[in-house]
């Protein structure tokens, strides 16, 4: 998926916005949006090198929230997200910053599921999205630099020779 982004970036404090597609946690929300067109306006929110994204309000999607590292980083994400499409009404508590209407009560899973816009997931889909590495890895794929390395890439270091003994520390003087 191609997204129009502009590369608009927030740096206080490390927070940078990113491609959607940059979001260590891009393919889990492609799989759990009942609206996959959403993806087109979010956007990576990256707090120094782990960018999660923020999925923006729209057509079956109520609200939206991110957990991110403490207060600090949540009003700097509240001041980047500020102006984008489909981040109505932000706001940050805590280390949460939320966006759009206010949940009423989502006591119960089917609440959460239709006021954050996500679809039904069989028990076997549960846990079966791709994992990536942290972004700056390089992504997926056989060439070097690349996630998971092949076998070939790998730097094999033989076991040493019969057993490794056990050294005992001494206490320091």
């Given at each position: ?35 996959p067109g959403l993806l087109r306006d979010a956007v ?59 949940p009423l009560e989502l006591s119960n899973a089917r ?63």
């Amino acid at each position: 998926m191609t997204s129009p982004f502009t590369p608009e970036v927030a740096c206080a404090l490390g927070v940078r916005l990113l491609p959607p597609e940059e979001a260590h946690d891009f393919e889990r929300w492609a799989g759990r949006l009942a609206n996959p067109g959403l993806l087109r306006d979010a956007v990576a929110v990256a707090l120094y090198r782990f960018p999660l994204l923020a999925v923006p309000v729209g057509e079956g999607r109520r609200g939206g929230q991110l957990h991110v590292l403490g207060t600090s980083f949540a009003e700097e994400a509240v001041v980047a997200l500020d102006g984008r499409p489909g981040f109505p009404r932000l706001f940050a508590r805590g280390p949460l910053v939320e966006w759009g209407d206010r949940p009423l009560e989502l006591s119960n899973a089917r609440a959460r599921q239709e006021f954050y816009g996500l679809r039904d997931l069989a028990e076997d889909d549960v846990g079966s999205y791709p994992i990536r590495p942290p972004a700056g890895h390089g992504g997926y794929g056989s060439e070097a630099g690349r996630w998971p390395p092949t076998s070939e890439q790998l730097r094999t270091v033989p076991p040493p020779d019969g057993t490794v003994p056990i050294v005992a520390a001494s206490p320091l003087p």
